[in-house]
């Protein structure tokens, strides 16, 4: 099958370790609020990886090798994530927050998607990848970000998005193996199902996250939602700076990699020197 993900990528893992010691509690330039988003996001990490994984892993038999390589390779950065990831929560928990509501959501959630045939959990990790990649994309495209995060959490945070770039056409391909067997419309009609479905559930659940982790620091009711939102929407807006690479998804001919930016990688790695693979 036909698949643009360019023909000299490769995947490397860079198994990286970042900030054992402990973390300020607002970590994010001293904001509570910005420190919730990414906290809430980081989170949901592990256990969605690990989903992720076994996800695509189900659909890899008679891959072609290429493919097949991409998968083992997007399993080692998926792994290595979950492991930063739950580190970074173990120094959000000796701030003094508490994350088991958080991980309680995702749990239900992918409860009810595993429930479901595994080609239905493989769409919604499509599905999430996209929605991984392009806010990786913006997150090492505009350094505003991440510019007031204490350096070592913001290196967790590029390292991330730097592989997020680099396998974000594993679980696509991974897909279009999946249902070569299928119409184009009944792909097309499957994919769109699930991608509204997911980005209304990680819009609601994600916000929620957020606002149950500044209640945790006294913010609550009309200027908890006013200040999330104004942090994801306006400014820095990671949100709003990523709807038109979320719309890109449901038009025909869509693939992750009809948008190369591998420039985004060289650069932040020549910046970072450190997150290039060893
Ligand atoms: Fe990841
Ligand atoms: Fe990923």
């Known amino acids: 099958m036909h ?38 996001l ?12 076994e996800s695509v892993r189900a659909f890899r038999h008679n891959a072609s090798d290429k493919l097949a390589q991409e998968i083992k390779a997007f399993v080692t950065q998926e792994v290595m994530h979950s492991r930063e990831h739950v580190r970074f929560n173990a120094r959000t928990l000796e701030a003094g927050y ?35 990649a392009i806010l990786a994309h913006a997150l090492l495209k505009d350094t505003a970000h991440l510019g007031r995060a204490d350096p070592e959490s913001a290196a967790l945070w590029r390292w991330h998005a730097i592989e997020e770039i680099e396998h974000k056409g594993v679980a696509y391909d991974t897909w279009l193996h999946a249902t070569a067997g299928w119409t184009r419309w009944k792909r097309w009609k499957v994919k769109a199902k699930v991608m509204l479905f997911v980005t209304r559930n990680f819009l609601v659940d994600r916000s929620l996250g957020t606002l149950e982790l500044l209640r945790q620091d006294n913010i609550t009711g009309a200027r908890a939602w006013a200040r999330m939102l104004w942090f994801a929407w306006v400014r820095p807006g990671m949100l709003r700076r990523v709807f038109g690479a979320w719309v890109a998804f449901f038009l025909p001919r869509f693939h992750p990699w009809n ?17 290039a693979p060893a």
């Open 259 to 275: 948008q190369d930016d591998r420039g985004l990688i060289a650069a932040a790695q020549a910046s970072y020197p450190t997150l």
């Open 42 to 53: 980081s989170a949901t990490f592990p256990i969605g990886e690990t989903f992720f994984v």
């Open 98 to 132: 508490d994350l088991s509501p958080l991980e309680a959501r995702v749990e239900r959630r992918l409860a009810v998607t595993r429930s479901k045939a595994p080609i239905v959990s493989l769409a919604a990790t499509m599905c999430l990848e996209h929605f991984t």
């Open 3 to 40: 698949s643009p993900t360019p023909a000299d990528l490769t995947i490397t893992p860079r198994d990286r370790r970042f900030g054992r010691e402990g973390n300020a509690r607002w970590w994010m330039g001293n904001d509570p609020v910005g420190t919730a988003f990414y906290n809430a």
